[in-house]
């Protein structure tokens, strides 16, 4: 399955009208995490997104500290598509972080098959958040580390885990955001995990 996912031509193409299959992904995680920056490393069409300049509306609303460089938003969601073979498209929808926008994830998730929750290791308790809602939702799903560069912390992927109390059965990785292959393995990640999930409650049945 990955290397299918791996031979795809980087440059953005048109749906192939073999395609039957739609999955639809969400990518959740805290304010200025990524989302939008991995919708768009491996998004094969050019993301829809709402990403708005910050206005000084936001200001005070919108925490911006621990993300001094980031001057943009996603006021309602980042769309993209990605194809996994002839047959099967991922929808990804980047869900937008701000608190005053949780509302809307609910509805995001019906019809999702999985979720990647991205984690910025400065800012951990905000993944709380999505991985309740995941949780309580029962969905499946992801947790990819986006490491910055000026992130000194320096969790490893166990301390990660601690903090956020995942079960083991969780798969949890590393990740560069703005990096197509890394965020490509992310989704890889991912359809193993369902794949998985499947399988395991076709012999349960
Ligand atoms: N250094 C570094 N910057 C990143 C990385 N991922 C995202 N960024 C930057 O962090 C800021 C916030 O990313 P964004 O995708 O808008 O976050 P979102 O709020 O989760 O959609 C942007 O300026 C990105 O360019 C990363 O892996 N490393
Ligand atoms: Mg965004």
């Known amino acids: 399955m990955g290397s299918a ?14 395609a039957e299959t739609g999955l639809k992904i969400v990518i959740v995680g805290g304010f200025g995490v990524g989302k939008t920056t991995l919708v768009r490393s491996v998004s094969d ?23 001094a460089t980031k001057t943009t938003t996603t006021v309602a969601f980042d769309f993209g598509r990605i194809s996994l073979n002839e047959r099967m498209v991922l929808y990804l929808f980047g869900a937008p972080g701000q ?5 809307l994830w609910d509805r995001l998730f019906s019809g999702t098959l999985g979720a990647v ?14 991985i309740d809602r995941l949780e309580h939702h029962k969905m499946p799903f992801v947790v990819a580390v986006n490491r910055f560069d000026d992130d000194r912390s320096r969790y490893s992927l166990e301390e990660v885990r ?30 193993d995990h369902l794949h998985e999930l499947a399988k395991t409650r076709e012999m349960t049945a």
């Open 5 to 18: 996912i791996s031979e795809l031509p980087s440059r953005p193409t048109p749906l192939a009208d073999t």
């Open 117 to 130: 929750v991205l984690v910025d290791t400065r800012r951990m308790d905000e993944s709380w958040y999505a």
């Open 162 to 191: 601690q903090a956020l109390a995942l079960p083991g059965h969780v798969p949890l990785i590393d990740c560069d955001a703005r990096a197509r292959s890394s965020g490509k393995d992310v989704l890889i990640t991912l359809v």
């Open 45 to 67: 069409i050019r993301p829809l997104n709402t990403e708005e300049v910050m206005t000084e509306a936001g200001l005070g609303v919108d925490e911006t500290n621990a993300v």
């Open 99 to 103: 608190e005053r926008f949780w509302f």
